[in-house]
């Protein structure tokens, strides 16, 4: 079956735009993570979903970042207000149930310019 | 505030070489361990899970291991081929629920 997936692939953003990313779960996936990734650096963890609620945003740098999964499938990272830090790969990772091995996506790398 | 250190930063071996990976970590209340592999511009690939009830896994070529009470896990490749060449990265649970705390990785380089 397909993997996740992401899109775009890539993304150009001038400082101050709004942004959105998206990430398709593999299917019947019920856990969904998101993380950042500076050049570099490993992944670090932004936010959590359990189906459409999101147990932990612990990981969310500022109030600019927002994530949601409303039917509890594909999920969305938006980020307001773009600033050069945000640049980075963010890679959504599902998996079949809390616990269980995580399955990444290639990635959506965000360049703020 | 568990921490995951992986060292060297990066490696270059000959093909056919033996080789190990470390990784340590902080905090030994893990719930699972789990090594990756990310080739450049690519997403990460898992390659073994290692509950905190196991020692080692094993899949072809490659062996982890994992002793939590001096908080370290390795990874073992076999016969090394330049096909290896990617960063391996090693990420921690601390329960169930929890999100993977990842190294920074360890690039490595298998010359023909």
């Known amino acids: 079956g397909a993997g996740v997936s992401q899109s775009p692939r890539y993304k150009v953003a001038k400082r101050g735009q709004d942004v959105a990313l998206r990430c398709d779960p593999i299917?019947?996936?019920?856990?969904l993570f998101w993380y950042q990734q500076a050049l570099g650096q490993g992944p670090e963890f932004l936010t959590y979903?359990?189906?459409?609620?999101?147990?932990?945003k612990s990981g969310l740098p500022s109030d600019r970042f927002f994530a949601e999964r409303p039917e509890g499938s594909v999920s969305t990272l938006k980020i307001q207000r773009t600033q050069q830090e945000d640049s980075a790969v963010y890679l959504c990772?599902?998996?079949?149930?809390?616990?269980?091995?995580?399955?990444f996506g290639p990635g959506t790398r965000l360049t703020v310019t | 505030k568990q921490e995951v250190t992986q060292i060297p930063a990066a490696l270059s071996v000959p093909e056919g070489e033996n080789l190990v990976l470390n990784c340590s970590f902080t905090?030994?209340?893990?719930?699972?361990l789990q090594w990756f592999r990310q080739d450049p511009g690519k997403g990460l690939t898992s390659l073994l899970l290692?509950?905190?009830?196991?020692r080692e896994q094993t899949s072809g070529r490659l062996n982890a291991s994992l002793d939590k009470s001096s908080g370290r896990s390795t990874l073992y490749i076999a016969a090394s081929q330049p096909g290896d060449s990617a960063t391996y990265l090693c990420?921690?649970?601390?329960?169930?629920?929890?999100?993977?705390?990842f190294g920074k990785g360890i690039t490595l380089s298998v010359r023909p």
């Open positions: 979903f359990q189906n459409e609620a999101q147990l932990d």
């Open positions: 990772a599902s998996s079949l149930q809390r616990g269980y091995e995580q399955y």
């Open positions: 299917s019947g996936h019920v856990s």
């Open positions: 990420a921690v649970w601390r329960g169930a629920n929890s999100k993977l705390t």
């Open positions: 905090d030994s209340a893990i719930y699972n």
């Open positions: 290692i509950q905190s009830s196991q």
